[in-house]
């Protein structure tokens, strides 16, 4: 079984409506991210956390919100998502600090379309 | 403002080395370094990281410039299923700043 999963896989959606993404991982990691990838320009983070009670902003997080609601469990939500949200979401997990050197585990991510 | 910055694409041919440039001329003195490459329908993995000293691991080498404005990530024999996108990122507290990737293709 993969270390990190998302779900779902896949997803299209309407202008305004909600939508959650979520991630698990068995890696026993305390620290969690989410990225979003557009065609040409890598990848941008969205939300990290350190721990259950550590939630911080990424440099794009307007229009987003997160949850942390276990050390395993890490979910992105869009409450009222719009078009230019269309792109590839990634959650990753680390052991330790990126900052220092501690390699990030990425799930296979989440093709989100909105139309 | 953190930039991070590598070519669109690049092709090898097989079995040949493999230099992948990245420029990150704004990094500061603690930032680290980091390699990863995404092959296709797949999240990013790990290649390989660094602070100041150049790095080997099983799968690449990573040369640091002596003033770390720049990096390069080194193949030593490209093969087929080293084909992928390779993206360059720095990090510093709070910022995770990635490169916008480059296209490797290998020649068979």
């Known amino acids: 079984d993969a270390d990190v999963t998302q779900t779902p896989r896949n997803r299209i959606t309407k202008t305004g409506k909600r939508i959650m993404l979520e991630c698990s991982q068995t890696?026993?990691?305390?620290?969690m991210y989410w990225y979003r990838q557009d065609p040409g320009l890598g990848l941008q983070l969205i939300y990290y956390s350190f721990d259950v009670k550590d939630i911080n902003k990424g440099e794009i997080s307007d229009g987003y919100s997160v949850s942390r609601q276990a050390q395993a469990k890490f979910s992105l939500s869009l409450e009222s998502a719009i078009p230019n949200q269309t792109a590839l979401y990634f959650c990753?997990?680390?052991?330790?600090?990126?900052?220092?050197?501690?390699?990030?585990?990425f799930g296979p991510g989440t093709r989100l379309t909105v139309l | 403002d953190a930039k991070t910055t590598q070519p669109n694409s690049m092709e090898s041919n097989e079995e040949e080395p493999v230099h992948l440039p990245c420029n990150h001329s704004?990094?500061?003195?603690?930032?680290?370094i980091h390699w990863y490459r995404q092959l296709p329908s797949q999240g990013p993995e790990y290649v390989i990281h660094?602070?100041?000293s150049n790095v080997n691991n099983r799968m690449a080498s990573l040369a640091i410039a002596e003033d770390r404005k720049s990096s390069t990530l080194i193949l030593h024999r490209a093969t087929l299923r080293d084909a992928a996108v390779y993206y360059c990122?720095?990090?510093?507290?709070?910022?995770?700043?990635f490169g916008q990737g480059t296209i490797l293709t290998v020649h068979p």
């Open positions: 704004t990094i500061s003195g603690t930032d680290y």
């Open positions: 990122m720095r990090t510093s507290y709070g910022k995770l700043t």
């Open positions: 990753a997990t680390s052991d330790g600090g990126v900052d220092r050197g501690h390699e990030q585990f």
């Open positions: 660094g602070l100041t």
């Open positions: 890696k026993g990691h305390d620290r």
